[in-house]
Nanobody, 119 residues
């Protein structure tokens, strides 16, 4: 089992910044890609950004490119999402996600952290 603990959400004005953190613990020996998803009220959960474990390769949703960065500290099994120039449409619950490789691939989710951007 893997546990994901997120932190860093909150309320911020448009144009402001927030940094989210997510730390994985438990059976992390085969921890692979990690990422952030978000879900706004009435909408489907969507990928925000993810980062590979080895190469550190990243992917971003078009809506956040140039504003958000994702980074990873493999020694701490932690990823960070730096969110700059936040917009009201970034308001959502942000979920951390981790992929564990093995005989079968398993995906774990954090409990979510609320990000609210006021206009």
């Amino acid at each position: 089992q893997v546990q994901l603990v997120e932190s860093g959400g909150g309320l911020v004005q448009a144009g402001g910044s927030l940094r989210l953190s997510c730390t994985a613990s438990g059976s992390t020996a085969r921890l692979s890609a990690m990422g952030w998803y978000r879900q706004a009220p009435g909408k489907q959960r969507e990928l925000v950004a993810n980062i590979a474990s080895g190469s550190g390769g990243t992917n971003f949703a078009d809506s956040v490119k140039g504003r958000f960065t994702i980074s990873r500290d493999n020694a701490k099994n932690t990823i960070y999402l730096q969110m700059n120039t936040l917009k009201p449409e970034d308001t959502a619950v942000y979920y951390c996600n981790a992929v564990i490789l093995g005989p079968e691939v398993r995906v774990y989710w954090g409990q979510g952290t609320q990000v609210t951007v006021s206009s």
